[in-house]
């Protein structure tokens, strides 16, 4: 996917097409739910989350099995594309009804908005950093596996706590089940502060709470249903 859109000759056409947009958008297609996951916005993007999903999915795809694992790994995908458009969707309607209570009209919002404009006098009632996540959120997109890598990182502090974990950049061994706890805590300082601390401004991080919540839900479920002695493989 990523060699096809790089030799594209458009690749914004392939993104928009393929990436995963704003559900209010026009750009918005249904497959693109899927799609996003196998996109990725440049080299050191999909070069990071194919080593990290090749470091941890090979241990949890031997504990789970090839197409028990197959199903997590979409399903963490899917569950952080839900929750990032959650909170896309708050943030969206939140300021949406601010200019509707204002006088203006929904319907010619959504036709400005879909032109790829925005009316000046909307900073006026929401303020410019408002005005700004208003367009933001109707405009996102979204490419990548981090969501669903994030699950599977969720799986392997559930399944070996005591295994010694360390970045590159710190390198001090520290066990799995301290180590991914806090790289999720700094996931979820960013999403509440904006502050990015180890990833770019445009990471979404939210989606990489929402993928980690959704692997730690169906880990969780399958621990408790036993799933190790009913491998689908």
């Known amino acids: 996917m990523f060699i096809g859109t790089t030799l594209s000759g458009n690749m914004d056409l392939v993104y928009s097409f393929l990436g995963l947009r704003f559900p209010e958008n026009n750009s918005f297609k249904f497959w693109q739910i899927i799609t996003h996951m196998f996109m990725h916005g440049g080299s050191m993007h999909i070069l990071v989350n194919m080593f990290t999903l090749w470091m941890f999915g090979v241990q949890i795809e031997r504990v789970l099995g090839s197409k028990r694992f197959l199903f997590f790994y979409i399903s963490c995908g899917l569950g952080a594309a839900i929750i990032q458009l959650i909170y896309l969707y708050f943030i969206f309607y939140t300021n949406l009804e601010i200019l509707i209570s204002s006088g203006y009209d929904s319907s010619q919002i959504f036709e400005i908005l879909n032109q790829g404009k925005y009316n000046t006098a909307w900073s006026s009632i929401l303020g410019d950093a408002e005005l700004l996540s208003f367009m933001s959120s109707f405009n996102s997109l979204m490419v990548g596996a981090s969501g669903a890598i994030m699950g599977v990182l969720v799986a392997f502090g559930m399944f070996f706590?005591?295994?010694?974990?360390?970045?590159?950049?710190?390198?001090?061994?520290?066990?799995?089940?301290?180590?991914?706890?806090?790289?999720?805590?700094?996931?979820?300082?960013?999403?509440?502060?904006?502050?990015?601390?180890?990833?770019?401004?445009?990471t979404a991080y939210v989606a990489h709470l929402g993928g980690a919540l959704t692997g730690f839900l169906i880990m969780y479920y399958w621990r408790i249903n036993q799933f190790n002695s009913n491998r689908w493989n």
């Open 161 to 202: 706590p005591e295994n010694k974990l360390m970045l590159m950049f710190f390198p001090v061994p520290i066990k799995a089940k301290y180590f991914i706890p806090g790289i999720i805590l700094l996931d979820l300082i960013s999403a509440t502060t904006g502050v990015s601390i180890f990833s770019p401004s445009n």
